[in-house]
């Protein structure tokens, strides 16, 4: 069974910043990994992800400002969220499959997910 578990959330202020990991619970291995986010009233959707090759994608709303890497050697994804903004506010999703199913950041193709973290910026 795939197991996804993320941490890192919290409560902070605009400006500030928080760092997110994805770790993959087992001894499964996903050449791809990527971050969505869901705000209440609202659809889920992809904020970063990282392709076969290491090479990150971000959603125009996050460019500049958040940073995605993987730890291939600890099958860990990471999100270094930076300048953080009101309407970054949101539950953060890690989701892992195969490439194909991840580089778009299409919230419909991953097929396995972690609970979520909550990330909540305060004005």
């Known amino acids: 069974q795939v197991q996804l578990a993320e941490s890192g959330g919290g409560s902070v202020q605009a400006g500030e910043s928080l760092r997110l990991t994805c770790r993959t619970l087992g001894s499964y291995r996903y050449n791809c990994m990527a971050w969505f986010r869901q705000a209440p009233g609202k659809e889920r959707e992809g904020v970063a992800a990282t392709d076969i090759n290491g090479a990150p994608k971000y959603a125009d709303s996050v460019k500049g400002r958040f940073t995605v890497s993987k730890d291939n050697s600890k099958n860990t994804l990471t999100l270094q969220m930076n300048n953080l903004r009101p309407e970054d506010t949101a539950m953060y999703y890690c989701?892992?499959?195969?490439?194909?199913?991840?580089?778009?950041?299409?919230?419909?193709?991953?097929?396995?997910w972690g609970q979520g973290t909550q990330v909540t910026v305060s004005s």
């Open positions: 989701a892992a499959d195969i490439c194909s199913r991840i580089v778009g950041l299409d919230r419909n193709e991953p097929r396995y």
